[in-house]
């Protein structure tokens, strides 16, 4: 069965840094696409970040772009959003997924909660 649990949110002051992990089973990692994308109250789903299968090119939102770093470690099967230079508009839930492979993300995470204020 796929799997996807996140990890690592928490509260953290403005210009501090966190770093979240999905936890992946059920596939072979390696071979698809992962994304992050954010839910902030009342708000809609905002795609944050994207790796490639091959684990080499990365894209991000303008919005976190120079801030989050996105990263995957394939022995572990964990895909990781390293949060630095944190702002309150940085507050939502976090949710990693896969990609199917045509074009949709067919399983996500539960989340996890990221909150950022003085």
């Known amino acids: 069965q796929v799997q996807l649990v996140e990890s690592g949110g928490g509260l953290v002051q403005p210009g501090g840094s966190l770093r979240l992990s999905c936890v992946a089973s059920?596939?072979?990692?390696?071979?698809?696409?992962m994304s992050w994308v954010r839910q902030a109250p009342g708000k809609g789903l905002e795609w944050v970040s994207v790796?490639?299968?091959?684990?080499?090119?990365?894209s991000y939102a303008d919005s976190v772009k120079g801030r989050f770093t996105i990263s995957r470690d394939t022995a572990k099967n964990t895909l990781y959003l390293q949060m630095n230079s944190l702002k309150p508009e940085d507050t939502a839930v976090y949710y990693c997924a896969k990609e199917d492979g045509l074009g949709s993300y067919d399983y996500w995470g539960q989340g996890t909660q990221v909150t950022v204020s003085s």
């Open positions: 790796m490639l299968s091959g684990g080499g090119r990365t």
């Open positions: 059920g596939f072979t990692f390696s071979n698809y696409v």
